[in-house]
């Protein structure tokens, strides 16, 4: 009788983490905001996602200072562990900013940056899984996804930003505070490169 290989509890909490960002994201693109009142539901709801992600990265550590033994390298895990929460991180500052600038009618480039950082972390929770399943080489295509995604939203970025210099011509503020949320999910997306970098650089230590 053949029986199943218990998953590595490293991987397992990985995986949880990047389970519950792929959530969050989904969340964050297919919420509907009408009025200040989704704002705070958004927002409050992103936050949740953010906070279950700081439990899973504070148990990942906990753990980690506990093992004799990880299925990579230490430093490794703590370095995915700390950019994927980097990345979960993002999501929830760009909703606060939503919420604290009233952001209720999101203009056509926030949606699309938001549709490429959600294709990220679809990405990375399959990358994450082949981490888990220990097929390392077949991780690279997904991270070579990820940097395409990331170079689209540095592209995005310079478009957004010119477009609102070139159309919003009688309220300043409103410059401000988009091109901020604009460059808060461009963050976004090096974060998800960081998580690129950090699983290339596993498959060159252990493929």
């Excluded at 999501?91 to 990220?120: I, R, W």
């Excluded at 503020?173 to 949320?181: G, P, S, T």
Aim: negative net charge; glycine residues 2%.
């Amino acid at each position: 009788m053949v029986f199943a290989r218990k998953k590595d509890r490293f991987f397992e909490l990985l995986t949880d983490i990047a389970a519950n960002t792929h959530k969050a994201s989904k969340y964050f693109k297919d919420f509907e905001i009408k009025n200040a009142h989704d704002l705070k539901t958004f927002f409050e709801t992103v936050k949740e996602y953010e906070s279950k992600g700081d439990t899973i990265v504070h148990t990942v550590i906990t753990e980690l200072n506990q093992a004799f033994i990880t299925p990579i390298e230490r430093e490794d895990i703590l370095q995915l562990t700390m950019i994927l929460d980097d990345v979960l991180d993002g999501f929830e500052q760009s909703a606060a900013l939503f919420e604290m600038y009233s952001v209720t009618n999101p203009t056509d480039h926030m949606k699309k940056f938001v549709g490429m950082l959600h294709e990220c972390t679809i990405e990375i929770a399959s990358a994450i899984d082949l981490l888990s399943n220990k097929k390392l080489t077949d991780m690279r295509q997904h991270a070579i996804k990820i940097k395409e995604y990331e170079s689209n939203c540095d592209n995005l970025l310079r478009t957004a930003v010119k477009n609102l210099f070139a159309t919003e011509k009688e309220n300043p503020i409103k410059i401000i505070q988009y091109k901020e949320i604009y460059e808060t999910l461009e963050e976004i997306a090096d974060s998800c490169q960081g998580v690129a970098n950090t699983l290339e650089s596993i498959i060159m230590k252990n493929a």
